[in-house]
Structure formats: structure tokens, C-alpha cells
């Protein structure tokens, strides 16, 4: 058993070992490149539900070594999320908003709008000392600590409201986290943090959102948990819709007085635990009709992956299907030429596939771009070509496996 990284319980037993990973932002630029790998598992916490990864990859190894990669968080739903916290008791007109990161951007502008904010955005080089070139959250969930935090405060001042969008789940300790964003508010003021939902990946067998720099797979009842940990209750919370995983939203007031056993509720425990459990035991029958799937179909034609992103890469190397896949697809020019990590496929552009002669192209990118990239390669299709999607939730799914 090892320590829960949120509720500090030692009930975290290792039941997902996925063997040793690479960091799915190192591409290659040749077969012979040398790989730093890190063992990757995948565990469950019995006595609060989280699932969480064992002994995450160091920051350092994480941090991508080039400036070009960049993550899209879904922003439809800010404007009704900065309304809310606009009518929050407590927050002035003119209200001072810090960003701890550039993925607090959008909200930002939202509550310039919304209450007239006095928005400021953490620099990384300049309050946190960060200039590792690369350096991007998997950095600052580290630099972030309490000394900079107060040193923060004695430059600045308190702010009225502190996002922190998107970065929590990478945190290596989320309640000392939290209990550094905490510092940077206001007596009465707010902390807002944002996560991916995992409920559904977790229910319907996602194994690709499965990534080294996930430390923690957040459900709302276990948000809950570690923000009570941080005794923090939340004044606002839920979870937005959005393609691929929902966005899940707490805005909490300072300071709290929860704790980490008010926020458990024995019958919520166990059907957290209980979804895990059947998420992290599927992963072998997954894997195994993923394998017959490829199998099957590279007899049919050759297979191309689209989109070179660290979803695609743990999709290829967790369920090891490399030797099924002819390459990857990504207009990004800055990837074209390029291997992906793991399993050296080259990455080409869309014209590749029909120079390559490619039978079946699986899209691995977000739902709501599928119909654009469709569109774009009608010359793919009329030669004979076939597009299917990765989502199971997309209009493009494939048969099952």
C-alpha cells in the first residue's frame, strides 16, 4: 500500500501497471534517439475513490524540451462561469483576478466583462523563476510552492479571485497546491479550479486519457475530497459539458474549515471505488480486442493515425499496436518529420495518406473537428480511403472491435 496523494490514507494498493512510458511530448527526430521511459500504474485509492497514478514522472522529465506544443481547454462555457462568480457575495465590481497560468487567459477576459475586472496573470519567468526552455504546467505545479506564494503576496497583494484552470490534475501534491493558491487570496475572496471530469472516461474504458502528467483522474466526489483536504468547501461547483471530457468547476471561498472525512460519504466511496476497479481490470480485454481490431484490419489495407497529440500516443503505445500502423497524420508543420514517442512512427500531413495509399485513417482529435478535417481530404475518400474515429461517442465511430 502507498499514501494517497490527496486524502493521505495508506490505502492506495498498485493495480494498473502499464510498464515503462515515454514522455508523450519527446518526439523523435531519429530511430536511434535515446528514450528517458518511466514506469507507468495506474492505482485507485480505497478509502476516498480517487484514481491516481504511483510515483508520477519527475517534473523535469515531463517538461517538453521544445516551446511549439500547446493543449486547447475548452472555453464555452466561461461566460456563464464568470456570470457566476460575478454574483458571488464578496466580489467587487472591479474585482482583483489573478491567472496562475496561460490556460486562465480565457476565464480572464470573461470577468473583465463580467464584473471589470483587474485581471493579472502570473509570469512564469518573473514570479517563479521559471526558464527552462519548454517549461510549461508540469514546472509550475512544482515552482508554486508556499515561499514563492508569500513572496507573491508581498510584491502583489491579495487578489479577490485566483483561478487556476487545468493544472491541478498535474499537481504531484494537490492539496499543498491548493493551499498555495489559497495564500494568494484574499481574506472572503475566491479560488477557482478547473479540471477535466474523468467520470466518463472512467465509466466508459478512455484508456487514452491516461497521460504521465495526470497525476490524479478527478470525479466531482473527489474533487470534493481534495478540496475539503485543503479545507475548502466549494460555493459554486459543476460540471460543463464539453467534447471529450466535461470541464469540472469549483469556486471556493476563503479561508474553509472543511475536512477530509466531511467530504466522504461511505455509499459515494463505493461506487467510486467500484468504477475504478472495472476501469483499471477491463484494461487487458481492451487490449486485447484492440490488438484483433488492427490485426484484422491492416490485413484489410494500411492504417494511419490522425493527430500526433499525447492522447494518440498513449492510444498506440498502452495498447502496443505500432506494428498494425503504417504512420500519423498531423498538419502541424512543426511535427511533420518527426517520430512519435514510444513507437518511432513517422509523423506526414494529410497528403500522405493518399500518396501513402492509406486504407483506413482513425482520428484520434477532438469530436467537433472531425467534420473539418473530413471535409478537407474528399481526394482521400475518393480514392477509397475510409475515416473512423477513436470516440466512441463520434458520428464517425468505428465498428467495434
Not at 37 to 47: D, F, Q, Y
Not at 195 to 206: I, R
Request: overall charge negative; aromatic content about 6%; proline content about 6%.
Amino acid at each position: 500500500m502507498t499514501v494517497c496523494l490527496v486524502c493521505k490514507e495508506s490505502a492506495v494498493a498498485e493495480r494498473l501497471d502499464l510498464g515503462l512510458q515515454p514522455a508523450s511530448n519527446r518526439f523523435l527526430t531519429a530511430r536511434d534517439n535515446t528514450e528517458y521511459r518511466h514506469p507507468l500504474a495506474i492505482s485507485v485509492c480505497e478509502a476516498c475513490g480517487l484514481v491516481q497514478l504511483v510515483d508520477p514522472m519527475p517534473a523535469d522529465e515531463a517538461r517538453p524540451r521544445v516551446d511549439w506544443i500547446v493543449y486547447n481547454e475548452p472555453e464555452s462555457h466561461l461566460d456563464d462561469l464568470a456570470k457566476h462568480i460575478a454574483q458571488l457575495p464578496g466580489v467587487p465590481q472591479e474585482a482583483v483576478v489573478l491567472g496562475v497560468s496561460r490556460y486562465d487567459e480565457p476565464a480572464l477576459r470573461r470577468l473583465q466583462t463580467a464584473c471589470s475586472a483587474r485581471v493579472r496573470l502570473l509570469s512564469p519567468r518573473d514570479d517563479l523563476d521559471i526558464t527552462a526552455p519548454g517549461a510549461a504546467i508540469e514546472t509550475l505545479q512544482q515552482r508554486l510552492t508556499s515561499v514563492p506564494a508569500e513572496a507573491l503576496v508581498s510584491k502583489h497583494g491579495r487578489a479577490d479571485v485566483v483561478t487556476a484552470r487545468y493544472i491541478l490534475e498535474h499537481a504531484h501534491d494537490p492539496v499543498e497546491f491548493i493551499a498555495n493558491l489559497v495564500r494568494l487570496a484574499a481574506p472572503g475572496g475566491y479560488v477557482l479550479i478547473e479540471v477535466p471530469n474523468a467520470s466518463s472516461s472512467l465509466q466508459g474504458g478512455d484508456y487514452s486519457t491516461l497521460w504521465e502528467e495526470h497525476t490524479c483522474y478527478f470525479t466531482p466526489a473527489t474533487l470534493r475530497v481534495c478540496l475539503a483536504a485543503a479545507g475548502l468547501t466549494p460555493a459554486f461547483m459543476h460540471s460543463y459539458p464539453c467534447p471529450g471530457e466535461d470541464a469540472l468547476v469549483a469556486v471556493c471561498r476563503v479561508p474553509g474549515a472543511s475536512r477530509v472525512a466531511d467530504a466522504i460519504e461511505p455509499n459515494v466511496v463505493a461506487h467510486e471505488v467500484a468504477r475504478a476497479r472495472r476501469f483499471l481490470d477491463g484494461f487487458a480485454e481492451r487490449k486485447r480486442s484492440e490488438r484483433a481490431f488492427f490485426a484484422r484490419e491492416s490485413r484489410r489495407g494500411k492504417i494511419a493515425l490522425l493527430g500526433a497529440g499525447h492522447a494518440t500516443c498513449a492510444f498506440i503505445n498502452l495498447f502496443q499496436l505500432a506494428e498494425f500502423i503504417t504512420l500519423v497524420i498531423d498538419d502541424n508543420p512543426k511535427k511533420q518529420g518527426l517520430l512519435m514517442p514510444g513507437s518511432q512512427l513517422p509523423i506526414r500531413g494529410s497528403a500522405a495518406l493518399k500518396s501513402e495509399q492509406v486504407g483506413l485513417c482513425l482520428m484520434g482529435v477532438r469530436a467537433e473537428i472531425e467534420d473539418v478535417i473530413v471535409a478537407k481530404n474528399q481526394d482521400f475518400l475518393e480514392s477509397g480511403g475510409q475515416f473512423a474515429s477513436l470516440n466512441a461517442g463520434s458520428r464517425y465511430a468505428r465498428r467495434a472491435a
